[in-house]
């Protein structure tokens, strides 16, 4: 099977750049085995899917692309509060950077007073 | 159960993990930070679900598909997420119908097995070539998830 190049380490047994002291595995998976395509849990998503309640019915792939996703955006938000802290020159991610994030970047306007 | 939608967190272990890789090494997070980026997450699976599902009724459809959800993602501006989840969403679809395949296979090995054994020790040999050739495209059925 070619190898799926989306950017990240979707082999999760694997990381080795990370360098997280022992970070506990998420639930194993029930499909195949090796390359991951998303690493949050398929079925966590479907009950954020599920909880709306003009919601009937989605597909798989719909909810694979929402886990895909919401990975990106988890990306996205961490580097651009990180911006924020590298002007503050520190090294530690703050609340606040993520909430001067959340202001400065349109984007992210849906997350406004839904944090607190 | 009287669980919020925003009660329906993702696992922290995976949302730290994501974090991690994003930014370059040296640099942590506080837990106020972490856990605010995983409701964010939540919150924008919600949002993002709401505005698919106005295009799945655009349609006149009951079932959010794949590009119900990335019509969503255009609507809210993440245009930049277009591109990956196209990507993705390719590797998933092949995935899948690699399992799809492969499940078929076993069944009709174990159909084939149970009309006559003797005969099928040979005709094993030539289903082993047949699960190579995954490269037919076939339509995609969608599975839906229900209730």
Request: glycine share 2%.
């Given at each position: 099977m070619a190898a799926v190049a989306v950017g990240n380490g979707a082999f999760q047994e694997e990381e080795g750049t990370g360098g997280d002291a022992a970070a506990p595995q998420?639930?194993?998976?029930?499909s195949a085995p090796g390359a991951?395509?998303?690493?949050?849990?398929?079925?966590?998503?479907?009950?954020?899917v599920k909880a709306d309640p003009d919601v009937t019915l989605a597909g798989q792939e719909a909810i694979f692309i929402l886990a895909r996703a919401a990975e990106l955006f988890v990306e996205t938000i961490a580097k651009d509060a990180y911006c924020c802290a590298q002007q503050g020159k520190r090294k530690t991610l703050q609340r606040r950077d993520l909430d001067n994030?959340?202001?400065a970047v349109d984007e992210f306007a849906f997350l406004e007073g839904t944090l607190d | 159960m009287a669980e919020r939608p925003e009660d329906l967190n993702l696992p922290n272990a995976v949302i730290t993990r994501i974090i991690k890789e994003a930014l370059p090494d040296g640099v942590s997070i506080s837990k106020e930070a972490r856990s605010a980026i995983s409701r964010a997450a939540s919150v924008f699976v919600l949002y993002a679900t709401s505005c698919a599902n106005n295009f799945a009724m655009k349609g006149k459809r009951k079932t959010l598909n794949a590009s119900d959800v990335l019509s969503a993602m255009e609507e809210m501006e993440f245009q930049r997420f277009v591109t990956p989840l196209k990507e993705a969403l390719e590797a998933y679809?092949?995935?899948?119908?690699?399992?799809k395949e492969a499940s078929e296979q076993k069944k009709k090995d174990k159909d084939k097995k149970t009309d006559s054994e003797e005969q099928d020790k040979s005709r094993d040999e030539d289903?082993?070539?047949?699960?190579?050739?995954?490269?037919?495209?076939?339509?995609?059925e969608e599975e839906e998830v229900d209730n």
């Open positions: 998420p639930h194993a998976p029930t991951r395509l998303s690493r949050l849990p398929l079925a966590r998503v479907k009950a954020l994030a959340i202001e | 679809r092949r995935e899948q119908k690699g399992k289903n082993d070539e047949d699960e190579e050739r995954l490269e037919e495209e076939e339509q995609n």
